[in-house]
T-cell receptor, first 115, second 114 residues
Framework: AQTVTQSQPEMSVQEAETVTLSCTYD???????LFWYKQPPSRQMILVIR??????QNATENRFSVNFQKAAKSFSLKISDSQLGDAAMYFC????????????FGKGITLSVRP | KAGVTQTPRYLIKTRGQQVTLSCSPI?????VSWYQQTPGQGLQFLFE???????NKGNFPGRFSGRQFSNSRSEMNVSTLELGDSALYLC?????????????FGPGTRLLVL
């Protein structure tokens, strides 16, 4: 079974600084997708960034970028120029390709941003 | 487009009762997935429906069931409620089943079982 591990339950970053959130996963498959989701307090979960496993190039979305290391099964999220609105719970998730696959989430990490 | 909506937003039930939660996907989306979120277990997949058919199911007991209607709205039912069923239940919709398409999440239904 696939598992997703986020070993850091909490992190803190100073406003305008950069922070990296770690995620590792375990799979024997070669074709899959990886995601980072953000869940602000009492607000809806939204997709931050996604990565296809077959792509070597790391995905980037504005201030958010990933470091995807397929051989190491590592998928970290870097947030640059952190803003107060980035404070949230962040979930790393994995999904196989195919119509009958499901999202498997890590336990999440709570990110706080210090003004 | 309106987002994913879930009703009710909050619910209090007692052990042994049953509950039905509703999810209306984004217009045009035919896939609806359900997740249970608890502090201890995190986010766990319950099931996915696509075009009224259950496509995938997580490791939950048979007390958890769901269905999808022809308009893609989905309901989730939990029978014989237990204290451990207290959780935030999230549904997410997407335009197709599987693949890289984005899943859009609703605000969730917070269920408290007393």
């Amino acid at each position: 079974a696939q598992t997703v591990t986020q070993s850091q339950p909490e992190m803190s970053v100073q406003e305008a600084e950069t922070v990296t959130l770690s995620c590792t996963y375990d799979t024997s498959e070669s074709d899959y997708y990886l995601f980072w989701y953000k869940q602000p307090p009492s607000r809806q979960m939204i997709l931050v960034i996604r990565q296809e496993a077959y792509k070597q190039q790391n995905a980037t979305e504005n201030r958010f970028s990933v470091n995807f290391q397929k051989a190491a099964k590592s998928f970290s999220l870097k947030i640059s120029d952190s803003q107060l609105g980035d404070a949230a719970m962040y979930f790393c998730a994995y999904r196989l390709t195919g119509a009958n696959s499901k999202l498997t989430f890590g336990k999440g990490i709570t990110l706080s941003v210090r003004p | 487009k309106a987002g994913v909506t879930q009703t009710p937003r909050y619910l209090i039930k007692t052990r042994g009762q049953q509950v039905t939660l509703s999810c209306s996907p984004i217009s045009g989306h035919r896939s609806v997935s359900w997740y249970q979120q608890t502090p201890g277990q995190g986010l766990q997949f319950l099931f996915e429906y696509f075009s009224e058919t259950q496509r995938n199911k997580g490791n939950f007991p048979g007390r958890f069931s769901g269905r999808q209607f022809s308009n893609s709205r989905s309901e989730m039912n939990v029978s014989t409620l237990e204290l451990g069923d207290s959780a935030l239940y999230l549904c997410a919709s997407s335009s197709v089943a599987g693949g890289l398409e984005t899943q859009y999440f609703g605000p969730g239904t917070r269920l408290l079982v007393l």
